[in-house]
């Protein structure tokens, strides 16, 4: 089945600072990837999000990129900010399956 | 207007007891997911309903785990005789409508077992 793999499990970087997050996915019909915020003690909350027939897509200071030939995509937060700090969760879907497969999420860490 | 929302946020049970978690999805919202997230880690799929059917539980971790929908909109995640390695955060998320579309989701009810 689709597996997703996330990298690097913490990020640490200083406030002002441009924040990276990698995945790659394994099943070349995956066509939606979202990115999801998660805040201690509360749920995931989607940042932004990708579809197949799209190469990058960019919202203020957070942008999503996608490769489908390599079958990765990445998160880019820059200038960041200290409330910017959570753990941040990469997710692919497949019609076929109805799910949502997630990485194991990035902590990150904005020191002011 | 209202996000989803779940009962109790919090549940501390003895094992072998039963428990239910309860899901308030988006009106309207004709897709509903059940993910299950232990310490630390990621979400794991549990199962996803299409109004008030589920076509795949083949993600629930055992014959414990039960789950309905009714009136495509509340859900009820039932586990029976719980266990320690049940004790995680599980998470209720709901969307417009199955496939790919953004799902939106609740807080969560943390379940202890001990």
């Known amino acids: 089945g689709e597996n997703v793999e996330q990298h690097p499990s913490t990020l640490s970087v200083q406030e002002g600072d441009s924040a990276v997050i990698k995945c790659t996915y394994s099943?070349?019909?995956?066509?939606?990837f979202p990115w999801y915020k998660q805040e201690l003690g509360k749920g995931p909350q989607l940042i932004i999000d990708?579809?197949?027939?799209?190469g990058e897509k960019k919202d203020q200071r957070i942008a999503v990129t996608l490769n489908k030939t390599a079958k990765h995509f990445s998160l880019h937060i820059t200038e960041t900010q200290p409330e910017d700090s959570a753990v941040y969760f990469c997710?692919?879907?497949?019609?076929?399956?109805?799910?949502?497969?997630f990485g194991s999420g990035t902590r990150l860490l904005v020191r002011p | 207007g209202a996000g989803v929302s779940q009962s109790p946020s919090n549940k501390v049970t003895e094992k072998g007891k039963d428990v239910e978690l309860r899901c308030d999805p988006i009106?309207?919202?004709?897709?509903l997911y059940w993910y299950r997230q232990r310490l630390g880690q990621g979400l794991e799929f549990l199962i996803y309903f299409q109004g008030n059917s589920a076509p795949d539980k083949s993600g629930l971790p055992s014959d414990r785990f039960s789950a309905e929908r009714t009136g495509e909109s509340v859900s009820t995640l039932t586990i029976q005789r719980t266990q320690q390695e049940d004790s995680a955060v599980y998470l209720c998320?709901?969307?417009?409508?199955?496939?790919?579309?953004?799902?939106?989701f609740g807080p969560g009810t943390r379940l202890t077992v001990l």
């Open positions: 997710a692919s879907f497949m019609d076929s399956s109805y799910k949502l497969i």
């Open positions: 009106s309207g919202h004709t897709a």
């Open positions: 990708i579809r197949s027939n799209v």
């Open positions: 998320a709901s969307s417009v409508d199955w496939g790919a579309d953004t799902q939106y």
């Open positions: 099943d070349s019909a995956s066509n939606y």
